[in-house]
């Protein structure tokens, strides 16, 4: 190909194509490089000790015999780490347990070692001398008169928000429009009800790990499975009080995340240990270690009571949550505070109150996971607005259709509704499931909705002209898997008219990316997608006022052309993109470079409408909306529920790239799946029961349906790149909803209580034949 | 620190699991190697049986019982076709034992050896009325099934002992099944149930598994159960009997209460399976 | 340390010699001692799949076979079958069809999935999942790599 000849496989715009996801071809040949495959030289391996006990102080510790124990080279405890304190929304949380331990498998003491083996083997070594306190295992321990402190310095933490903690109360919260109180008088329906959900493990298939290496000059390296090389970098600063500039976050191909390589795992600890060894070390956790060790989702108590008139219209809801936070604040207030926003579920709500208490407990802290607090409180809600259809004798659409927000509406508390297709989304799901099964038989069907932000936060692009004409592009967002890489391409390439794959996505680094808060509330494709239009479009610019020059008019004369060209309207005279940047870094203007940063700004918050007392997020996002039915099967022998259809849509927006879109759907779904029907954290006392993929069961192939069908629905956002919204969370709030709506159509009875197992089912139905 | 042993006859291996206290035999590796991994086991000596010739693979006697090898992999049983009518429940089993990788590493012996209450074999071959082989530094004998399992864990299997094979009688045309309920496609049954027709269509051979230590079987239950197939209460009484005789435990899998609950549901819903199959 | 010993094997049609400890595991010795890195440390009891290997033409869990054990046998990982025309199709489905996301268990999927269509030309839908359902996703649900076993298996059939 010359230079001044466009690339012939341009075939129209990037934007709304599903091209194949930028790293599929390395991942299919097995030569993506994850964490656990990096290898440095002279690198030695690490691992770690944990707490044996829920809460206890330490009162000292004896490393004579492992530090004799052959291979090892550097053991850290908490003696090591200084008083520095990590946490996103409240800094409680040392680097290694230090003066006390608050969970069973808490890091405690972490050895360096030539090997694994000896690492681990030496790790056993470690004589630890703890005075047992007492454990708080429940929210409301937490709570009684005279419970035992997990944080007795709580008040002198740092916190970003007004979280109103004291004792063990990690946070509250308190949402409120209208007068909820006053309502209930004038509903004709009323249903209340309480709810608990359980505890679930993210199970990414690739388990946490990180490798850190500290150079000559003191400064750090540190390359690990994350989901924000600038959270890393941030919560690794903070806890080992180093300054930002001495530490390089990177990040290699990422094993799949939903939320729980957001905040910090064992990146701290990591770094600790290379600088004590002063040798390189990667500590890569088992599956064992990552279900105890890292985070999981958060265990709701929810109290709710939902009011209506007799014709639907929705009134009023009061929603209370109880939230065991675990050992550390980590994402917890954040999630509680946004699933109290979320409460209401997609509706017009002219009475609204929501109160929340997050709870800190000696668990494994609990944290952001794919949802964010969402479905636990939809589980609640879209059963009460079934069994209100019911009540009145409504069917579920039409109730869902006359209640819910519109374009230009305002959701809880203030933020304005810019976009919504959840109109769309019903339609589309009520004309699916309409048909009947294909042998004839009554469907067991159960529906739901939701609506989910995607924003927050900063975020930035930068968009280089390399000499020849192709693009770098740079943003610091981590792609785990689900695409983002090639969509943020994709938008760029749109934006320049170029083809798709002359566009180069740089891995995230510290040092040479702009801020990225990170991969989560799905927000990649709506904030890093925004920035990379603009400063793409900078680059159109700079490139635009280059052409002038060089075909001798004004920038107003000049058209952007497909394939990296720039020419005169109505001429046939143009230049490349080439010739242009040539220009540029060789004779006159400098190279061209585009970049911008932006941080969303709009209010969550409406004073004038409501009242918000701790609230986390000041600024969210925009929203999403979706609409999910199921079909199931109930097993009269076991009470098991299986899915035997589905029918996933979502206002997406734009959707970027429809095959990652659609396989968001299937995979939210699938893992929406698995939690409500089995998927369960237990613990024994203080311990985690199963925290291994034996005991701990995700549904493998054989227990989803093949039908999953996908819709999506675009309804573009006004800031959204191209009308792009978030599509990462959506796909999983509403299925414990839908399902619980529909194992109540098919046995007749309504579970409080997820996961809906076979057990609880089967008792259902058999409860259910006796009334 | 381990030492990895390769005899090529069951008596050389019997002889290296005499010599090394703390020797352990390895067959599939399945369950062994995961325990290691997991930091659960530790044997100075391990005594591979993969190159002992002869102790893999399913043969039929002269006399029309089947026999299989202690290291015959899950995968070879669960497509076996001599295994088919009365003996088809095992094959039925074998075949829902974790998934396809797992069924091509994993063998009887060491399924059998392992006696995981939950394990699919032990109700399988329970209902077949099989025969282990079993050699030790004593010589050469044969245990039945029934007698095999005497607590949790705990077997008729002794120091130094190996299962070298398996009998089983000679299939007859009659149907068989094994229903397993287990949270996810290839869990480890939270209950399952093994069940025979006996030649004449008159009775059957049930085994409960997950439920106790060992798989349940009453074979005075089921005589009294014998011609009375099609009547609910004589089913309800027989599973009761069953029931009456369970020691389950709560796990992650489900409360021992639902294990209870499911026993009848099972023995109904594995009866009404076969007696499809028989029409 | 268990003193080592050297084992002679074929891994992706190669003899290699390596030193392992008696009680090592294939996993160990492929990514450790070997920098064969496709297979992956999932779970190290078996469950999820994101270790499968071929062994003699059988997948089977890399973390569960010891490598003395291996000794004379053939091994392959997805780096050694880049030639094989099954292997092909299905790496170009999957990119196609979206089933891979993260790429964490997209190794030992392959490997089952070459093997069933290496015995079972045109499976089923269900005989896909039911030969697969031993490889743990956690991110595609699934369906995009039923599709793409199968669009592989139309591709290879004709
Ligand atoms: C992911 C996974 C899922 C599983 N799911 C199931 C399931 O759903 N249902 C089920 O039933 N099983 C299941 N299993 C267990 C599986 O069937 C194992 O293969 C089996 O329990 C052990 O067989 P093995 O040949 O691998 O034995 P090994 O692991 O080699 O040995 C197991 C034990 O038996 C001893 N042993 C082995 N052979 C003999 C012998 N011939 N004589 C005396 N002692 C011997 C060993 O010393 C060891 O203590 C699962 C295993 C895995 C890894």
Redesign the interface.
């Known amino acids: 190909m010359s230079l001044d000849q466009p690339n012939p496989s341009f075939t129209g715009g990037a934007v709304g194509k599903s091209v194949p996801k930028v790293d599929s071809l390395e991942k299919v040949q097995g030569r993506a490089e994850y964490i656990a495959d990096l290898y440095r030289p002279g690198m030695l391996h690490g691992a770690i000790l944990a707490s044996p006990y829920p809460h206890a102080r330490i009162l000292g510790y004896d490393l004579t015999e492992a530090l004799a124990a052959p291979g090892v080279v550097a053991i850290i405890t908490g003696d090591d780490v200084g008083e520095g304190r990590m946490g996103a929304f409240i800094k409680d949380e040392h680097a290694i347990a230090k003066g006390k331990v608050l969970y069973v498998g808490e890091p405690v003491a972490a050895v360096a070692a030539r090997t694994e083996t000896e690492a681990?083997a030496a790790c056993r070594l470690i004589r630890v001398d703890y005075e047992e306190l007492p454990a708080i295992l429940s929210p409301e321990e937490g709570l009684e008169e005279g419970a035992a402190i997990l944080h007795e310095k709580l008040a002198d933490y740092i916190k970003v928000f007004d979280a109103g903690s004291e004792g063990n109360l990690c946070s509250r919260t308190e949402l409120s429009e209208g007068n909820v109180d006053g309502a209930w008088a004038g509903c004709d329906v009323i249903v209340e009800g309480e709810y608990t959900t359980q505890p679930q493990a993210h199970v990414s298939m690739e388990p946490c790990g990180a490798l850190a290496e500290v150079d000559a000059n003191g400064r750090v390296t540190l390359w690990s499975a994350n989901q924000s090389v600038f959270r890393v970098q941030a919560n690794v600063c903070e806890s080992l009080s180093l300054p930002m500039s001495k530490l390089r976050s990177l990040t290699p191909r990422v094993g799949a995340g939903f939320g729980n390589k957001m905040e910090p795992h064992i990146q701290p600890i990591t770094v600790a240990l290379a600088m004590k060894a002063q040798r390189p070390v990667k500590l890569i956790l088992t599956r064992?270690e990552d279900f105890e060790m890292v985070r999981a989702r958060h265990p709701f108590k929810v109290r709710m009571k939902t009011g209506a008139k007799k014709d639907g219209t929705l009134v009023a809801r009061h929603c209370e949550v109880l939230v065991d936070c675990g050992a550390f604040a980590d994402d917890s207030p954040g999630v509680m505070g946004y699933a109290l926003l979320m409460c209401g579920g997609p509706y017009r709500f002219p009475h609204m109150k929501a109160e929340g208490r997050l709870v800190y407990t000696n668990k494994l802290r609990f944290g952001a996971f794919r949802g964010f607090g969402n479905p636990q409180v939809l589980f609640a809600g879209e059963q009460q607005i079934d069994q209100i259809a019911e009540r009145i004798g409504m069917d579920p659409f039409a109730i869902r259709r006359k209640n819910m927000v519109r374009e230009g509406d305002r959701w809880f508390v203030g933020p304005e509704i810019a976009s919504n297709g959840l109109a769309g989304c019903l339609d589309a799901v009520e004309q699916a499931a309409k048909l009947p099964r294909a042998d004839g038989s009554a469907r067991n069907f159960g529906l739901a909705v939701t609506a989910h932000i995607s924003g927050l936060l900063g975020t930035g692009a930068i968009v280089k002209m390399l000499e020849d004409g192709t693009i770098s592009l740079n943003t610091g967002a981590t792609d785990i898997g689900q695409g983002s890489d090639t969509v943020l391409a994709q938008i760029c390439a749109e934006e320049l008219k170029l083809p798709f794959d002359q566009v180069a996505v740089a891995s995230p680094d510290t040092d040479g990316s702009p801020y990225n808060w990170g991969t989560t509330a799905s927000r990649v494709t709506y904030t890093t997608g925004r920035a990379v239009k603009a400063a793409a479009k900078k680059v159109v610019d700079q490139a635009m006022e280059q052409a002038a020059e060089m075909l001798d008019c004004d920038v107003d004369e000049l058209e952007l052309r497909e394939g990296g060209r720039i020419g005169k309207v109505g001429s046939n005279s143009d230049v490349t993109f080439a010739q242009i940047s040539g220009r540029a870094h060789w004779a006159v203007g400098g190279p061209l470079v585009g970049s911008e940063t932006l941080v969303f700004d709009q209010p969550t918050h409406d004073p004038k409408r409501a009242i918000a007392l701790g609230l986390p997020f000041p600024r969210i996002g925009v929203f999403s909306f979706a609409a999910l039915g199921v079909d199931v099967d109930i097993d009269?022998?076991?009470g098991?529920v299986s899915v035997r259809e589905a029918w996933s849509a979502a206002d997406v927006g734009r959707a970027i790239n429809p095959k990652l879109v659609e396989v968001q759907l299937h995979g939210g779904f699938v893992q929406g799946l698995g939690y409500s029907l089995?998927e369960?954290m237990?613990w024994d006392g203080p311990r985690l029961?199963?925290p291994?993929l034996?005991?701990?069961?995700?549904?493998?192939?054989?227990?989803v349906p093949d039908a999953i069908h996908t819709y999506i629905i675009e309804d573009p956002d006004p800031t959204g790149p191209f009308g792009a919204k978030g599509a990462g969370e959506i796909g999983l709030n509403a299925a414990p909803g839908a399902l619980a709506n529909a194992v109540a159509q098919a046995t007749g009875f309504r579970h409080n209580h997820l996961p809906l197992?076979?057990?609880r089912v089967?008792n259902g139905m058999l409860a259910a034949e006796k009334t | 620190?381990?030492?990895?042993l390769f005899p090529t006859t069951v008596e050389e291996a019997v002889a290296l699991l005499a010599a090394h206290e703390d020797a352990r035999p390895?067959a599939?590796?399945?369950t062994l190697?995961?325990m290691?991994?997991?930091?659960l086991v530790e044997s100075t000596h391990?005594v591979?049986l993969?190159r002992i010739a002869g102790l893999a693979g399913i043969v039929r006697l002269e006399d029309g019982r089947i026999r299989i090898g202690a290291m015959t992999k899950h995968?070879e049983t669960a497509s076996c076709e001599m295994l088919s009518g009365s003996l088809e429940v095992l094959r039925k089993a074998a075949g829902m034992i974790?998934?396809?990788?797992?069924r091509?590493?994993g063998t009887m012996g060491g399924s059998v050896a392992n006696a995981d209450p939950a394990a699919d074999y032990l109700p399988a071959l329970a209902c077949c009325d099989a025969v282990l082989t079993i050699a030790g530094p004593g010589g050469t004998r044969e245990v039945s099934i029934l007698d095999y399992v005497e607590d949790w864990y705990e077997t008729a299997l002794g120091e130094g002992e190996i299962i070298t094979a398996f009998t089983l009688p000679a299939p007859y045309a009659a149907a068989s099944s094994y229903?397993k309920?287990a949270?996810?496609?290839?869990?480890?049954a939270?209950a399952s149930c093994a069940m025979a027709l006996e030649a004449d269509g008159q009775g059957v051979r049930v085994a409960i598994g997950a439920c106790g230590p060992g798989p349940i079987r009453d074979p005075e239950a089921e005589a009294a159960l014998c011609g009375h197939l099609g009547d609910p209460e004589a089913v309800a009484t027989f599973a009761k009997a069953l029931a009456d005789q369970a020691d389950p435990v709560d796990d992650?899998r489900?409360?021992a209460e639902?294990r209870l609950?499911?026993i009848p549901?099972?023995i109904?819903?594995v009866l009404n399976d076969i007696s499809k199959e028989t029409v | 340390?268990?003193k080592k010993m050297l084992h002679s094997l074929t891994l992706n049609g190669e003899e290699v010699e390596v030193a392992s400890?008696?009680?090592a595991?294939l996993l160990e010795t492929l990514r450790e001692d070997l920098r064969v890195l496709s297979s992956k440390r999932g779970c190290?009891?078996?469950v999820c799949?994101a270790c499968?290997v071929i062994i003699d033409g059988?997948?089977?869990?890399s973390?569960?076979?010891?490598t003395?054990?291996c000794e004379g046998h053939d091994v392959r990982t997805v780096e050694g079958l880049s030639d094989d025309r099954i292997l092909n199709a299905l790496q170009k489905h999957m990119v196609e069809a979206g089933g891979v996301q993260c790429g964490f268990c997209t190794g030992g999927m392959l490997m089952?999935a070459r093997n069933l269509l290496a015995e079972v030309p045109r499976p089923s839908r269900d005989a896909v999942k039911?030969?697969l359902?031993?490889?743990i996703c956690r991110c595609t649900g699934y369906r995009t790599i039923v599709d793409a076993v199968c669009g592989a298996a139309e591709e290879l059939a004709q």
């Open positions: 681990r064992e009269e022998v076991s098991q089995f369960e237990v029961a199963n291994s034996m005991d701990y069961k995700v549904p493998t192939m054989r227990d197992t076979g057990e089967l | 620190m381990t030492e990895l390895i599939g590796g399945a190697v995961a290691r991994n997991a930091g391990l591979s993969d995968a974790a998934n396809r990788v797992v091509n590493m229903r309920i949270r996810v496609s290839g869990d480890f939270t992650v489900g409360s639902y609950q499911l549901r099972l109904s819903g | 340390m268990a400890a008696p009680e595991t190290n009891q078996g799949g499968t059988k997948p089977v869990r973390c569960l076979t010891l003395a054990r089952s039911s030969a359902s031993g490889n």
